[in-house]
């Protein structure tokens, strides 16, 4: 995704005037893409902390 922020970022610096219409349709729907995928990610993100702190708790359980 940072990838693909910075190709657009990069891209402005490089168009010509008539793709300046072109490039802001692609920041919109990219924005829209990073939009929708936002709920995953945060799922997939807390997902992820959740398994850590589990994992890192059964190294430091004592076993009796």
């Known amino acids: 995704m940072i990838r693909l922020a910075e190709a657009l970022k990069?891209?402005?610096t490089?168009?010509?005037a008539d793709q300046r219409?072109?490039?802001k349709d692609l920041e919109n729907k990219f924005t829209k893409f990073t939009e929708s995928l936002q709920p995953l990610l945060s799922a997939c993100k807390q997902s992820?902390?959740?398994e850590t702190?589990?994992?890192n708790n059964k190294r430091y359980r004592?076993?009796?």
């Open 48 to 50: 992820t902390i959740i």
């Open 14 to 16: 490089l168009i010509q």
């Open 21 to 23: 219409e072109y490039q």
């Open 62 to 64: 004592i076993e009796e």
């Open 10 to 12: 990069r891209n402005k």
């Open 53 to 55: 702190t589990l994992s």
